[in-house]
């Protein structure tokens, strides 16, 4: 079955950065875009980046521009969140997403807490 799981989350001091994975199984992974949302306390689930399929083109939300870097990996199935210059509104728990036609699948998340 398809399947999505994240790693790398983790407690960071403001200013530093992380580096997250999503390792994806079940599916043929290239020919899928990908996408990293994140979901902080009393918020809704927002989306953070997008990555096309041959990882030619990517999107990013306004409040992450210039600090974050989606990239993929498609030997190795897997789908990359570095986080620079983070903030305490950084703080979230992570999901990657892909979509088969309107059918979304996620992974559990992984935590990240940006405090000093």
């Known amino acids: 079955q398809w399947q999505l799981v994240e790693s790398g989350g983790g407690l960071v001091q403001p200013g530093g950065s992380l580096r997250l994975s999503c390792a994806a199984s079940?599916?043929?992974?290239?020919?899928?875009?990908m996408r990293w949302y994140r979901q902080a306390p009393g918020k809704e689930r927002e989306l953070v980046a997008s990555i096309t399929r041959d990882g030619g083109s990517t999107n990013y939300a306004d409040s992450v521009k210039g600090r974050f870097t989606i990239s993929r990996d498609n030997a190795k199935r897997t789908v990359y969140l570095q986080m620079n210059s983070l903030k305490p509104e950084d703080t979230a728990v992570y999901y990657c997403?892909?979509?088969?036609?309107?059918?979304?699948?996620w992974g559990q998340g992984t935590r990240v807490t940006v405090s000093s």
């Open positions: 997403n892909t979509e088969r036609g309107y059918q979304p699948y």
């Open positions: 079940g599916f043929s992974f290239s020919v899928y875009d």
